[in-house]
Nanobody
Framework: QLELVESGGGSVQSGGSLRLACESS????????MGWFRQGPGKEREGIAA???????SYAKSVEGRFTISQDKVKKSLYLQMNTLKPGDTAMYYC??????????????????????????WGQGTQVTVAP
């Protein structure tokens, strides 16, 4: 099993920045990919950033160039630096991880689907609110 705990959410003005963190713990050693997905009010789930075990990253078009995913393998932590935030970024943000053999692109797509529970884990989420 794997436990993921997110932190770092909050309320910011448009154009502001936030850094999300995800701490992982558990008995699963082979994590192939980790990432972040979000779900905003009235919106579908969206995989926004992923990184695989080779350090390759993948981003959704909606955040590419503004968000940066990084990881600290020693601390088993995952981060999401979010810059130039927009009101459309308002959502609950979830950290996700999978022990299935997925590269970053595959994980990004899979995290955005409702059947992610068949492939991976996710945390309780952290709320990000961006005011105009």
């Amino acid at each position: 099993q794997l436990e993921l705990v997110e932190s770092g959410g909050g309320s910011v003005q448009s154009g502001g920045s936030l850094r999300l963190a995800c701490e992982s713990s558990g008995t699963i050693d082979k994590i192939y990919s980790m990432g972040w997905f979000r779900q905003g009010p009235g919106k579908e789930r969206e995989g926004i950033a992923a990184v695989d075990r080779n350090g390759i990253t993948s981003y959704a078009k909606s955040v590419e160039g503004r968000f940066t995913i990084s990881q600290d393998k020693v601390k088993k932590s995952l981060y999401l630096q979010m810059n130039t935030l927009k009101p459309g970024d308002t959502a609950m943000y979830y950290c996700a991880a999978t022990a299935w053999s997925m590269n970053a692109d595959e994980a990004l797509v899979a995290m955005g689907r409702d059947n992610w529970n068949q492939f991976g884990f996710w945390g309780q989420g952290t709320q990000v609110t961006v005011a105009p």
